[in-house]
């Protein structure tokens, strides 16, 4: 039984940081693609970036270089976002997703993804 979940989220100053932690259970980052998309109030689902262990990160916006980047902890079976620079509109609610198997790379969006956790909310106040 594949599960993630998301914590971490929580009231951040504007141009403050945050870091947002994903586990997983019933699977191990062995052939893995873990991905990072968030839901604005009023907005649809956008990607943020995604890491695999065959092609490495892959950012779904050039708008979120420089401010978000992932990292893993293989062992822990773990990933994290770190978030930069916070704005007033990057509060949303923020979702890891995963693809776990042979051959997972992060997909061309969230469609792509295989696994969802329940979100966890991030609220930047100006």
């Known amino acids: 039984d594949v599960q993630l979940q998301a914590s971490g989220g929580g009231l951040v100053q504007a141009g403050g940081s945050l870091r947002l932690s994903c586990a997983a259970s019933?699977?191990?980052?062995?052939?893995?693609?873990i991905g990072w998309f968030r839901q604005a109030p009023g907005k649809e689902r956008e990607g943020i970036l995604c890491?695999?262990?065959?092609?490495?990160?892959?950012y779904y916006s050039d708008s979120m270089k420089g401010r978000f980047t992932i990292s893993t902890d293989n062992a822990k079976n773990t990933a994290y976002l770190q978030m930069n620079s916070q704005r007033p509109e990057d509060t949303a609610v923020y979702y890891c997703?995963?693809?776990?198997?042979?051959?997972?790379?992060?997909?061309?969006?969230?469609?792509?993804?295989?696994?969802w956790g329940k979100g966890t909310l991030v609220t930047v106040s100006s």
């Open positions: 019933g699977f191990t980052f062995d052939d893995y693609a």
């Open positions: 890491i695999d262990n065959l092609v490495g990160i892959k």
């Open positions: 997703a995963a693809q776990a198997g042979y051959g997972s790379v992060c997909p061309r969006d969230a469609n792509g993804m295989d696994y």
